[in-house]
């Protein structure tokens, strides 16, 4: 299909924009290499907060159907700044997980709460799935 990808979490085509590529790489990554299985994965995942309505990119759940992980996904071409950190944060607020990825498919900056200092610190590592779930 030109135009269109398969996505394995909502197990349909959808339109291939530079930011659903970067979104289907990292489902991808997430399920080959971190082991999330896609039963406990969510796309455009639906919160509201204060009477606005937001949709997590990528949402990672534990078997317990806990949110514990929000990927935030932008096109190559933009910058992850305060913007796009901003934007996970105020998810974050709602669904308070303890694991962060905002990325554009070549930079990522991956965050996890450190429950001792009380605040989200950045890391270079996002867990397997297991271990995820364990830290939970």
């Not at 394995?8 to 590529?21: F, I, Q």
């Not at 514990?68 to 932008?74: A, G, R, T």
Request: aromatic letters at 10%.
């Amino acid at each position: 299909m030109k135009g269109k990808i398969f996505d394995s979490v909502r197990k349909k085509y959808v339109a291939l924009t530079p930011e659903e590529e970067v979104r289907q790489f990292l489902i991808k990554w997430l399920h080959e290499i971190k082991k999330v299985p896609f039963s406990l994965m969510s796309c455009e995942y639906p919160i509201s907060r204060c009477g606005r309505s937001f949709r997590a990119d990528i949402v990672v759940f534990s078997r317990k159907l806990s949110p514990m992980l929000i990927v935030e996904c932008k096109a190559p071409n933009i910058n992850l700044g305060e913007k796009a950190i901003t934007q996970i944060a105020i998810y974050n607020t709602i669904m308070e997980v303890p694991y962060l990825i905002v990325t554009n498919g070549s930079e990522s900056m991956i965050f996890k709460y450190d429950k001792e200092k009380g605040k989200y610190e950045r890391t270079c590592r996002v867990p397997e799935y297991e271990e995820m779930e364990n830290n939970a």
